[in-house]
């Protein structure tokens, strides 16, 4: 029942929000180019705002974010598409200190999602699943995540420089785009230039 509530607020408040943010909403004119020929390959983690950490506004930059902020396939694909049809010539690579993808490995992730599909929980500095009720509605686990690159990492300077280099000796990234690397640090704000 908890689970609907929290379901339910957060529907609401994300609408209400809305429903507020379209009575000012006065950026129609922007259009659809980066003004700052940017883009920004990131982490999703909730403590990161790229806007703001590299003194951008809306209609200046692209933002790709996912787990670990990592050059997969489909964010190289992103970036290619950011080129291509949108002008951006200027890519940063942002990685963060105390990332969650440094706490756990492809072996844990796999075993972890064997196991079930619901939230695990940090434990004494481990990813475990916890104890669940059979009256949960827990989905059963699937060894299918043990076939997945889950692109973990523990270094974190080099964790940046391999996507950098992936990126750059891509087939389909021209020479000429300038791509930067950067470790953002969570407790202080700062970005930290990877050469």
Not at 72 to 88: M, V, Y
Not at 144 to 163: A, P, Q, R, Y
Request: proline content about 4%; glycine content about 6%.
């Amino acid at each position: 029942m908890a689970e609907n509530t929290t379901k339910t607020k957060n529907f609401a408040s994300i609408t209400e929000a809305n429903t507020h943010y379209t009575k000012s909403f006065s950026q129609s004119e922007l259009q659809p180019q980066p003004t700052r020929h940017i883009a920004i390959l990131t982490c999703m983690d909730a403590r990161m705002d790229p806007y703001k950490f590299a003194g951008l506004f809306d209609g200046e930059a692209h933002i790709i974010r996912n787990a670990g902020g990592r050059a997969t396939e489909d964010a190289i694909r992103s970036l290619i598409i950011s080129h291509k049809f949108l002008g951006t010539l200027d890519w940063f690579v942002i990685h963060h200190t105390n990332c969650g993808m440094t706490l756990v490995t492809e072996e844990q992730i796999g075993q972890l999602l064997e196991n079930d599909l619901e939230t695990a929980v940090l434990k004494d500095g481990v990813w475990v699943n916890p104890e669940r009720n059979s009256t949960d509605n827990t989905k059963p686990g699937s060894s299918l995540g043990k076939s997945i690159n889950w692109h973990t990492f523990t270094d974190l300077k080099e964790s940046v420089l391999k996507d950098m280099n992936s990126i750059q000796n891509h087939e389909l990234v021209p020479s000429h785009i300038n791509i930067f690397g950067f470790i953002f640090d969570v407790k202080t704000g700062k970005l930290s230039p990877v050469n």
